[in-house]
């Protein structure tokens, strides 16, 4: 398992390098599968706050946030936000079987990258990392490693996200 993360990590700082830029990638040209292999486009999210989280089930800091992110979205149910959970190259089984045995339930949407390319998409250099696009789409933070999501620090920031105005189209 050691060897398994330290390559790991070696080629997510290869792809890093060849990585675009994130703000230069429009997030709303992006779709996943969801665990029943139904394509999600990110553009179903636009004019929403979005966090988006990449994440795997082997990762323990990344399993650890996960109960926060809940807390998170619960907290801006009634808000133009969602989180986005992105699982690094895992199978829907795994997912599937790792959602079942979490003692809390997760209502936003976890989309699969089974070939790793948001890696270079997102220019991912570890996990968990995530990433906070304001309802325009403009990268707004990238955050490496876990975090309790649900701090007031991360409630303030994005109430202040919410609280902007789109510009009229």
Request: net charge negative; aromatic share 10%; charged share 20%.
């Amino acid at each position: 398992m050691k060897s398994f993360l330290s390559i790991f990590l070696l080629l997510s700082l290869c792809f890093s390098s060849y990585a675009s830029e994130t703000d230069k990638v429009s997030i709303y040209e992006l779709s996943f599968n969801n665990v029943d292999q139904q394509s999600i486009s990110l553009a179903d999210f636009e004019g929403k706050v979005i966090l988006v989280n990449f994440w795997a089930t082997w990762c323990p800091p990344c399993v650890k946030e996960m109960p926060s992110m809940q807390r998170l979205r619960s907290h801006f149910d009634s808000h133009p936000f969602e989180i986005i959970a992105i699982n690094a190259g895992e199978d829907p089984t795994t997912i599937s079987s790792f959602l079942l045995e979490l003692e809390t339930e997760l209502t936003f949407p976890i989309l699969l990258d089974e070939q790793n390319r948001s890696f270079n998409e997102f220019g991912i250099r570890g996990l968990p990392m995530s990433i906070l696009f304001d309802q325009n789409g403009k990268l707004v933070e990238t955050i490496l490693g876990g975090r309790e999501w649900d701090s007031p620090e991360a409630i303030s920031k994005i109430e202040k996200l919410l609280e902007k105005k789109q510009p009229a189209a």
